[in-house]
């Protein structure tokens, strides 16, 4: 049976799982990306005075979506206070060095990658999201202009 719409409330609910789902996939992408570069960090170098405890490679999160007040959101972030065992830092500290390419706050002359601005760059700023969130709306069938 066909669900009716009545008002503009009635159809914002209605569209609330594919913005949901669409949303949840976009974080995704981010996740994924973000992960992508975590590993390009910890290739970049490689360690001869310590040993690593990957703490960082770890510490990409990403909560699913879900509604709120009427909007899809999902995160996906960093967790600094995941990093607790490093030595004389914070792990904010070394998620801030990481995204200056730089390794204990150190420019090492390797390629590092600035992990999250190269995440957003990979994702956001270059319309990837924008071009999955098309693509899903219209595999669901909506027609969208752009």
Same mark, same amino acid.
């Given at each position: 049976?066909? &669900? =009716?719409?009545?008002?503009?409330?009635?159809?914002?609910?209605?569209l609330q799982p594919t913005l949901k789902k669409m949303v949840d996939g976009m974080a995704?992408?981010?996740?994924?990306?973000?992960? %992508? %570069?975590?590993?390009?960090?910890?290739?970049?170098?490689?360690?001869?005075?310590?040993?690593?405890?990957?703490? %960082?490679?770890?510490?990409?999160? &990403? =909560?699913?979506? &879900?509604?709120?007040?009427?909007?899809?959101?999902?995160?996906?972030?960093?967790? *600094?206070?995941?990093?607790?065992?490093?030595?004389g830092v914070s792990g904010e500290q070394v998620a801030t060095w990481a995204n200056e390419?730089?390794?204990?706050? &150190?420019?090492?002359?390797?390629?590092?990658?600035?992990?999250?601005?190269? *995440?957003?760059?990979?994702?956001?700023?270059?319309?990837?999201? !924008?071009?999955?969130? =098309?693509?899903?709306?219209?595999?669901?069938?909506?027609? !969208?202009? !752009?």
């Amino acid at each position: 049976m066909a &669900k =009716v719409i009545n008002n503009m409330d009635d159809l914002a609910i209605a569209l609330q799982p594919t913005l949901k789902k669409m949303v949840d996939g976009m974080a995704q992408r981010v996740y994924e990306t973000l992960n %992508f %570069f975590l590993q390009r960090y910890y290739d970049s170098y490689d360690p001869v005075f310590y040993r690593r405890q990957y703490d %960082f490679l770890r510490s990409a999160f &990403k =909560v699913d979506a &879900k509604i709120v007040r009427g909007k899809a959101v999902a995160s996906v972030y960093i967790d *600094t206070d995941y990093m607790n065992n490093y030595y004389g830092v914070s792990g904010e500290q070394v998620a801030t060095w990481a995204n200056e390419g730089l390794h204990g706050g &150190k420019n090492l002359g390797t390629n590092t990658p600035h992990v999250w601005d190269e *995440t957003m760059a990979n994702t956001v700023d270059n319309g990837a999201l !924008v071009r999955d969130a =098309v693509a899903y709306l219209r595999s669901q069938g909506f027609t !969208v202009r !752009v």
